[in-house]
C-alpha cells in the first residue's frame, strides 16, 4: 500500500514549491534588469526605477565614481537620499522586490523610509526596509557592479501611503553607504516580509560604535607613527 504524506511533509513539499516559484520571479526579474543595462528597457509603469543621478533631495557630502559618474558614495558616515515617487504612473504602495546594483568590500546596510516630503528630517516617515544594499563584491570599483535583491516588503505602510500621502522614498544610513548606481522597486504577489521598527537607542548605539571604531583607528595610527619616530 501506498504511504500517504503526513501534514509535515505535505508542508514541506508546499514550501519547497513555494520557494521555486519566488526563484523563478526572482531570476525573471534578474533577466529584465539585464536586458535594460543592455538598452533594452521593456517600459514596465509598474517598476520604479530610483537612479542616484536622479534624486530630488541628496546629502551634500555625496560623490560620484566611475567613467560616467552614475555610481554614487558618501564621504563619511550618515548618507541618505530622496526619491519623489508621486509623478509615477503608478502609486507605491503594495508589495515590493528592492534590487540594487551595487559595489562594496563590506556589507553596508541602508534603511528605506516612506514620508511625505523630500526633507531629510521628515518626521512622517515609516520604515519600509531595515537593512538592503548588504551585499559584497571584493571592493569599490564602479566597473564591477553587481545586481542584489532584498524582501518583498510591504510599501503600504499599513495603508498609510494613500491616507497620510506617503509618496516620498528616503534611503539612509546612520553608517557607511554602499556604492550604488540605482535601486529598483518591483512589485510583486509574493509576502512581504516582517520588519521590526527601529528604537531610538538602537540607533544611536549604531553610531556610537562606528565613531567608536574610527577613534581606535586613529589612535592606532598615531601610536605606530610614534612608534617609528
Avoid at 536586458?35 to 546629502?59: H, K, P, V
Avoid at 565614481?65 to 526619491?83: H, I, L, Y
Amino acid at each position: 500500500l501506498e504511504k500517504k504524506d503526513s501534514s509535515k511533509q505535505v508542508s514541506n513539499k508546499l514550501a519547497i514549491m513555494a520557494e521555486e516559484e519566488v526563484s523563478e520571479e526572482v531570476e525573471r526579474i534578474y533577466e529584465q534588469l539585464r536586458a535594460e543595462d543592455d538598452d533594452e528597457d521593456d517600459g514596465d509603469e509598474a517598476i520604479f526605477d530610483l537612479d542616484m543621478t536622479d534624486t530630488d533631495n541628496i546629502a551634500d557630502f555625496h560623490f560620484a565614481d566611475g567613467d560616467d559618474d552614475t555610481v554614487f558614495g558618501f564621504d563619511g558616515t550618515g548618507g541618505w537620499a530622496v526619491w519623489d515617487l508621486s509623478d509615477k504612473p503608478t502609486a507605491v504602495a503594495g508589495c515590493y522586490w528592492v534590487f540594487v546594483q551595487m559595489t562594496s568590500e563590506d556589507p553596508r546596510p541602508v534603511r528605506l523610509w516612506l514620508q511625505q516630503t523630500t526633507e531629510p528630517d521628515d518626521e512622517t516617515k515609516v520604515l519600509v526596509a531595515r537593512s538592503v544594499a548588504t551585499g559584497k563584491t571584493g571592493g569599490y570599483d564602479a566597473d564591477s557592479l553587481e545586481w542584489f535583491h532584498y524582501g518583498p516588503f510591504d510599501f503600504s505602510a499599513d495603508s498609510a501611503v494613500e491616507a497620510e500621502g506617503l509618496s516620498c522614498l528616503k534611503i539612509q544610513t546612520p553608517g557607511y553607504w554602499p556604492h550604488v548606481r540605482q535601486f529598483v522597486l518591483v512589485p510583486t504577489q509574493q509576502e512581504a516580509i516582517p520588519v521590526e521598527p527601529i528604537e531610538d537607542e538602537e540607533e544611536e548605539d549604531v553610531v556610537e560604535e562606528e565613531e567608536e571604531g574610527i577613534d581606535e583607528e586613529e589612535v592606532e595610527a598615531e601610536e605606530e607613527g610614534e612608534a617609528e619616530e
